[in-house]
């Protein structure tokens, strides 16, 4: 007998298989999602049909041959390997990736799945770009429906899964992304059309991306071949799409003391933020992620040992760093740890302040209330951080790429390099890095013509 368990906006069946030789009792799951505008009628109605039609592939044994849609497999990949070995992040990533390759290629059983398919998955998916990029405005007023249905805004971010900025940017007339919009409309519970309008084309997505999407669905078709249930991956009969490099956005080292002198006025918390990011290069996750006692103040070091991030559905949680290499101890200069001094004593200020309402996390870079941080909360400040003070467009990872062009403008030899930014290996960092190694070498080139040139004259 099929059970069903809701999962958010979709429902996962269970049906038995059996059991194995152990006496383990074999499972096999099946998510299915409604589609958008179902009533509860119909859903209930297409959930049954989705479980008596799922329990009769498993007893038939079609659930696991050659014959299962490619849809249907990712499905069970994703349950039977991907949330088992993969990061939390990487498993959400692939889910939201999966969506746009279902569309094309989901409903082709893998017996029949041929490179011809896989190509018009990739000539699709340039030509018509990514709906994902398209942005949306409210065209009512957000505020006063939240008003009228006594909804606080909290009250909505939670049930749509977005971020607390997210809202409050509909409720300004702002642009969102047409998934965030859609999730907005489902917990209103309100069409989509009604509530939103789009704003501009969507964008297409670039040559690097469409190249992540092969090699996703060669790693799913990868296990259907180790699991033997298909003899070979088409996707090694393809030519995978070109990535074009593009040049990581930095700040030169004047244009990094002119960011750091307008963060003098900042709030000492995002001071404090920003520059550790800026001499420590360490990413936005790691330093969500840091804990006091990750800093060693008395020898200057930094102790990046996690990575704080979020999810929909889940909230903010800690989870290992992105490599096993990412895990690390850097060295920092004093003026890091004179700002992170600084922020100690505010911090324990604020917590003897507010006394029981204080959450004591350990984190470094918490909410009001001492809870952790939103990751995206820094780089939206960031974002406006950067417009205020007219300073070159950045992101906020551009501030990793700034650490690492500078040190390597200065000498620092790559290993180093490498090492502080937690790659995995130096072949990412001179990939990465290709301009900064480029100029460092042409100035190693004209200070050693100017060492041998005197030398070179009083011999002649």
């Known amino acids: 007998m099929a059970t069903v ?9 269970t049906v038995s ?71 939390p992040r990487t498993v959400a990533r692939y889910k939201d990736m999966l969506t ?33 990029g398209a942005t949306l405005k409210a065209k009512v007023d957000i505020a006063n429906l939240l008003k009228k249905r006594k909804m606080s805004r909290a009250a909505l971010a939670k049930k749509a899964g977005v971020g607390a900025r997210t809202v409050s940017a509909v409720t300004l007339g702002e642009t969102i992304t047409e998934k ?71 700040l030169d080292e004047i244009q990094a003391q002119e960011l750091l002198n307008c963060l003098q006025a900042e709030p000492l918390q995002y001071r404090a933020m920003i520059t550790v990011l800026l001499y420590s290069g360490m990413r936005r996750g790691e330093l969500c992620g840091l804990e006091w006692s990750d800093i060693d103040f008395n020898n200057n ?9 979020y999810l929909n559905g889940r909230g903010v949680f800690d989870d290992e760093t992105k490599t096993q290499s990412s895990k690390r101890v850097i060295k ?27 959450i004591n996390s350990n984190k470094i870079f918490t909410q009001w209330n001492g809870k952790a941080i939103h990751p995206c909360t820094v780089s939206a400040w960031f974002s406006d951080f950067i417009k205020k003070n007219n300073l070159p467009p950045i992101h906020l990872h551009s501030l990793r790429h700034t650490n690492a062009t500078l040190l390597i403008a200065s000498g ?14 130096m072949t990412t960092t001179s990939n990465v890095y290709a301009h900064a190694i480029k100029s460092a070498d042409e100035r190693a080139a004209e200070l050693l013509g100017n060492i041998l040139k005197p030398l070179a004259q009083k011999r002649a």
């Open 5 to 13: 368990e809701k999962r958010g906006n979709s429902y996962r069946i």
């Open 17 to 87: 298989a059996g059991y194995d030789i152990t006496g383990k009792q074999i499972k096999k799951r099946y998510t299915w999602t409604p589609e958008y505008g179902m009533t509860e009628r119909q859903i209930k109605k297409e959930l049954e049909r989705q479980k008596v039609k799922f329990e009769e592939r498993v007893q038939s044994g079609q659930i696991m041959d050659s014959s299962i849609r490619f849809a249907d497999f990712a499905e069970y990949w994703l349950a039977e390997y991907a949330e088992k070995q993969l990061r």
């Open 100 to 132: 746009l390759i279902n569309r094309i290629i989901g409903n082709i059983r893998l017996e029949r799945l041929q490179p011809k398919h896989l190509i018009e998955l990739y000539n699709d998916i340039e030509k018509n770009g990514s709906r994902r």
């Open 180 to 250: 965030s919009a859609l999730s907005i409309a489902k917990a209103l519970e309100m069409p989509l059309k009604t509530l939103f309008e789009p704003i501009g084309e969507p964008k297409a997505l670039s040559g690097k991306t469409i190249l992540h999407h092969h090699r996703l669905v060669s790693s799913i078709l990868e296990k259907a071949v180790k699991w033997q249930v298909i003899f070979s991956n088409p996707c090694s009969r393809v030519e995978p799409p070109k990535a074009e490099r593009k040049e990581a956005e930095y």
């Open 301 to 309: 070091l930094i102790d990046i040992s996690r990575s704080s991030l």
């Open 332 to 358: 920092v200069p004093d003026e890091v740890i004179e700002v992170l001094r600084q922020h100690q004593k505010e911090q324990i200020t604020t917590r003897l302040k507010l006394g029981d309402k204080w």
């Open 412 to 425: 620092v030899d790559l290993r180093t390099v490498s090492k502080r930014l937690g790659h995995s290996n």
